[in-house]
């Protein structure tokens, strides 16, 4: 998804857990060290999951405290100038403790429920909408849109990859194109997360 990305001169958070790299996954195989630091310095922000792809949920303190500091040190090893700024809750699935201890080591953390982040926003518990074929379309995204621009608010969308014949958790070129597409209609930037926080003032 990046050289589509960067066709609109737009960027991506991309939320890497250092346990996955270049491992098969089921459905495809992880970026390698060499495709994320490639990103990285091509303005495109890492973000952090947890080391191993864990839930969040299934860790107690001690060991949520462990993955995290073991995808720092990974990337750091990758890049010395690589910062895991923001968090995204692997199977999107987090809980209060878990999140608490988050909010003291990232700036936000990213879930998967749905819909536009607007008001009084939970930077521990971001909305994000999935770029996925088979759970929105061209229509959707069209919603998605206007609901942020009615509402004066901004939107994540993910996915896991982005393929002519994508996973079921990815999207095809074209429906990425569509979304990138709709956010230049209507004169909406598109942003990493912490690009986003920062244009913000969170």
């Known amino acids: 998804g990046a050289p589509i990305l960067e066709k609109y001169d737009a960027r ?3 939320y890497d857990a250092g346990g996955l790299v270049d491992q098969w996954s ?5 970026a390698g060290a060499d495709d994320i630091v ?4 091509g303005g495109h922000e890492l973000a952090c999951h947890t080391f191993s792809h864990t839930r969040a949920i299934a860790l107690d303190s001690a060991a949520l405290a462990m993955e995290m500091e073991s995808n720092r040190r990974y990337f750091l ?3 010395p100038s690589i910062r895991l700024e923001n968090f995204a809750y692997p199977y999107g699935l987090g809980s209060l403790p878990r999140k608490l201890q988050l909010g003291k080591a990232f700036r936000s953390s990213r879930g998967i429920v749905p819909g536009v982040n607007s008001g009084i926003v939970d930077l521990h518990y971001l909305r994000a909408t999935p770029l996925i074929d ?4 061209a229509e959707g995204i069209d919603r998605a849109f206007d609901e942020a621009v ?3 608010g901004w939107l994540i969308f993910y996915s896991h990859d982005v393929d002519a ?4 958790y990815g999207c095809s070129p074209a429906l990425m194109r569509h979304a990138l597409e709709a956010a ?3 004169n909406i930037p598109v942003l990493t997360v912490a690009d986003a926080l920062r244009r913000a003032g969170a």
């Open 12 to 14: 991506g958070t991309f």
């Open 26 to 30: 089921g459905h495809w195989v992880g």
């Open 38 to 41: 490639g990103l990285h310095r």
């Open 77 to 79: 090893s990758l890049d």
């Open 134 to 137: 088979g759970q929105i379309g």
């Open 150 to 152: 009615a509402t004066n």
């Open 165 to 168: 014949a994508p996973s079921p």
């Open 184 to 186: 230049r209609r209507r």
